[in-house]
């Protein structure tokens, strides 16, 4: 028990918001947690500073969310199966997550969260940019927004860059190929309704989403390119930078994000939980 302190501060004015005190490396009482659940269903993405939890506090934070679900490609730490880390070395090609997407998509239940712990960061630069997908399907008209209603899309992991993502970032770990058993494909409504707020959100991203479901994809492209850009819209936006002992969790439902970068020749190293959540609907 106890009162909650918990103060909240929005980032923009589309979505984010800053958390502060708490203390994550204690239990939280559910005064607390009741005030960032809710703060997570108002902004969608919330971040907290200084907040140097080990990663058995990672994953207990995580578990207020929900149970936490393993990611299908990596393999977590030795003694924490549930936490991914993700690192960028000064050699590496690649950044992790250098497009608008939204988590592991192509899974039949996809993860409804992801929390996210800086480890080691760059001296500048390697923000995340969040969008807010309930503005993005707000605009649109009401003649697109009718269209749309009912249509699915068919959402995969082979795009050629998520693809070159992965092998880049799991360079030094053990990496799963998509022949071991890993699912690949799923289908999902276009707009779904967030099941907590009961608000509509666009759902394709430029990450997975590779056409609608009974068109070709030829067919598709037009029309997906354009809600692709129309949800990447900057007025949809946050931007989030990272010091160390940041702690960002955000809602895969109703957001997608953008990992920048901005530091070429330097080392990055972030440890990932992602919690459980259902079909979309
Ligand atoms: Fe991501």
């Not at 204690?26 to 997570?40: C, E, G, K, T, V």
Request: hydrophobic residues 40%; proline residues 6%.
């Amino acid at each position: 028990m106890g009162t909650s302190t918990v103060t909240v501060t929005p980032v923009t004015g589309a979505t984010g918001a800053d958390v502060a005190g708490v203390d994550l490396t204690r239990p939280l009482s559910n005064a607390q947690w009741d005030s960032i659940h809710q703060a997570f269903l108002d902004h969608q993405v919330l971040r907290f500073r200084g907040q140097h939890v080990s990663p058995a506090q990672h994953l207990e934070f995580a578990r207020r969310f929900g149970p936490v679900q393993r990611y299908p490609y990596g393999n977590g730490l030795p003694d924490f199966p549930d936490v991914l880390e993700f690192s960028r070395n000064p050699g590496d090609a690649r950044n992790f997550g250098g497009l608008w997407h939204s988590d592991t998509t192509y899974l039949p239940e996809p993860p409804m969260a992801t929390m996210l712990v800086a480890r080691e960061l760059p001296p500048v630069g390697g923000d995340t940019l969040f969008a807010n997908m309930y503005l993005a399907h707000e605009t649109l008209s009401d003649g697109m927004q009718a269209m749309l209603a009912d249509m699915k899309a068919v959402f995969s992991a082979t795009k050629r860059y998520m693809e070159e993502d992965r092998v880049a970032v799991h360079s030094g770990n053990a990496l799963k190929k998509a022949d071991e058993g890993v699912t690949t494909e799923a289908v999902h409504p276009v707009v779904r309704t967030h099941p907590e707020t009961g608000r509509k959100a666009l759902y394709v991203n430029r990450g997975h989403t590779v056409r609608f479901d009974g068109w070709t994809a030829a067919e598709s492209e037009g029309l997906l390119n354009f809600l692709f850009g129309h949800a990447e819209r900057p007025e949809f936006q946050c931007r989030m930078n990272w010091e160390d002992g940041t702690l960002i969790v955000w809602d895969n439902r109703c957001l997608q994000h953008f990992a920048v970068d901005d530091y070429p020749g330097r080392r990055r190293v972030m440890q990932r939980v992602t919690i459980a959540g259902d079909a979309p609907a």
